[in-house]
């Protein structure tokens, strides 16, 4: 079983808390439509809340190329969020611009490490925003 695997089925497993590396921190299981394949696949991340946004960046720890759920949400924007025992549909939004340089500040604020992975690379890390699906949010209002 992967490292991920094992996160995922823990996060499942116990209302979306996990030991080891993440215990304790803001972690999602965001799952994506593979670009290529079509495939869902599941991925544990990090997040960071504005306000009710929900902020993900594509950090890859610093790594030169941009995490392959990165590639699939820009290919297919729909996307499920799993946090706690919640699971909803959301559109996988990147900020742009000055957007997205406030908001990768924010994200910094919360989670310093994300300035030392921007660090480590030359790419832009890319900040996507989850806005939930209307439908949902009308629900959870009601």
């Known amino acids: 079983m992967s490292f991920n695997q094992s996160v ?15 215990e304790g921190g803001d972690l999602l299981l965001l799952t994506t439509t593979g670009a290529k394949s079509g495939t869902e696949r599941t991925t544990p991340l990090a997040y960071v809340r504005d306000g009710d946004l929900l902020l993900i960046v594509a950090s890859a720890a610093g790594a030169p190329r941009h995490p392959a ?5 820009l290919a297919h924007p729909l996307v499920r969020v799993e946090i706690g025992t919640e699971v909803f549909t959301a ?31 030359t790419r832009v890390l890319p900040v996507v925003v989850l806005e939930r699906s209307e439908a949902e949010a009308g629900q959870a209002a009601g």
């Open 69 to 73: 759920w990165y590639h699939n949400l």
């Open 8 to 22: 995922i089925e823990e996060f499942r497993a116990n209302g979306g808390k996990v030991g080891g590396p993440f």
């Open 91 to 121: 559109s996988a939004v990147p900020a742009e611009g000055a957007r997205r340089d406030q908001l990768f500040e924010h994200a910094v604020r919360a989670a310093p490490g994300y300035a030392d992975y921007q660090a480590r690379t």
